[in-house]
T-cell receptor, first 110, second 112 residues
Framework: GQQVMQIPQYQHVQEGEDFTTYCNSS?????IQWYKQRPGGHPVFLIQ?????EVKKQKRLTFQFGEAKKNSSLHITATQTTDVGTYFC??????????FGKGTHLIIQP | KAGVTQTPRYLIKTRGQQVTLSCSPI?????VSWYQQTPGQGLQFLFE???????NKGNFPGRFSGRQFSNSRSEMNVSTLELGDSALYLC???????????FGPGTRLLVL
């Protein structure tokens, strides 16, 4: 079954507020990937983290990979309406292959 | 490079019928994966093919099958359709297995 847990499922924020989604696995992940899916669209790759404790930034987005390689987070600073969508994490758990979390739906109120 | 293409984009079938969906990966990508996306279950992995061989398989019944051709194009087949098979079916290609997934636009299947 689904072994990559992602919270929260939904997040409502006011435009300009920050947003964070968390991804947790019961087992160590080889790497973690993050994707964004706009409403009506398909998932689009954002970034991949490989090293323990790794932090990467893309403009207002900050991605972290935990020291134990079992958790990850995506933080968006000062959300904009263009950030609306569903954010998925995906991890490789040994022989299980690439497993996606259920995603966090980001809803932004202007 | 052209992106991943999927055909058809929309499909309506009735229970008991079968359906075949097609996916053309990005040129040079040899791995193709299939996913089922529904509001309740999210993105669920169906199977992954590399060099015409199934490398990984998700937890779906045998009614779901797939194959990959020598040009890396892939098809998935669902037999004896059930109402619960209504979903968006996404294909993704990557250079090698389990690497960055480049998704196609999906095929939206409605089973009546």
């Amino acid at each position: 079954g689904q072994q990559v847990m992602q919270i929260p499922q939904y997040q409502h924020v006011q435009e300009g507020e920050d947003f964070t989604t968390y991804c947790n696995s019961s087992t160590t992940l080889s790497n973690i990937q993050w994707y964004k899916q706009r409403p009506g669209g398909h998932p689009v790759f954002l970034i991949q983290l490989v090293k323990s404790g790794e932090v990467k930034k893309q403009k207002r987005l900050t991605f972290q990979f935990g020291e134990a390689k079992k958790n990850s987070s995506l933080h968006i600073t000062a959300t904009q309406t263009t950030d609306v969508g569903t954010y998925f994490c995906a991890g490789i758990r040994g022989a299980d292959g690439l497993t996606f979390g259920k995603g966090t739906h980001l809803i932004i109120q202007p | 490079k052209a992106g991943v293409t999927q055909t058809p984009r929309y499909l309506i079938k009735t229970r008991g019928q079968q359906v075949t969906l097609s996916c053309s990966p990005i040129s040079g990508h040899r791995s193709v994966s299939w996913y089922q996306q529904t509001p309740g279950q999210g993105l669920q992995f169906l199977f992954e093919y590399f060099s015409e061989t199934q490398r990984n398989k998700g937890n779906f019944p045998g009614r779901f099958s797939g194959r990959q051709f020598s040009n890396s194009r892939s098809e998935m087949n669902v037999s004896t359709l059930e109402l619960g098979d209504s979903a968006l079916y996404l294909c993704a290609s990557s250079l090698v297995v389990q690497e960055t997934q480049y998704f196609g636009p999906g095929t939206r299947l409605l089973v009546l």
